[in-house]
Nanobody
Framework: QVQLVESGGGSVQAGGSLRLSCAAS????????MGWFRQAPGKEREWVAV???????GHADSVKGRFTISKDNAKNILYLQMNSLKPEDTAMYYC????????????????WGQGTQVTVSS
């Protein structure tokens, strides 16, 4: 079992920055792949970024160049640094973890956090 707890959300103006954190505890073998997703009201959940324990990472085109995923493997904390935020980045952000990258990318990861709200005003 893995527990994921996100933090760091908030309200910012367009152009601002936020850093989200996701603390993982429990069976760390299941956190080899971790990712960030977001869901805005009335929209489907969207994959944002993924990282593995070897620091290989990928970002969705919509956030590439603005958001950066990283992970402190020693502390088992996942981060999402969000810069140049836009109103369209407003959403609930979730972290996810799984032993299989395909399950993270497809949104079918075994473990999910409760989410943290990000609101960007124009």
């Amino acid at each position: 079992q893995v527990q994921l707890v996100e933090s760091g959300g908030g309200s910012v103006q367009a152009g601002g920055s936020l850093r989200l954190s996701c603390a993982a505890s429990g069976d760390t073998r299941s956190t080899y792949y971790m990712g960030w997703f977001r869901q805005a009201p009335g929209k489907e959940r969207e994959w944002v970024a993924v990282i593995d324990a070897d620091d290989n990472k990928g970002h969705a085109d919509s956030v590439k160049g603005r958001f950066t995923i990283s992970k402190d493997n020693a502390k088992n904390i996942l981060y999402l640094q969000m810069n140049s935020l836009k109103p369209e980045d407003t959403a609930m952000y979730y972290c996810a973890a799984d032993q299989h990258v395909g399950r993270v990318l497809s949104g079918a990861a075994d473990y999910w956090g409760q989410g943290t709200q990000v609101t960007v005003s124009s």
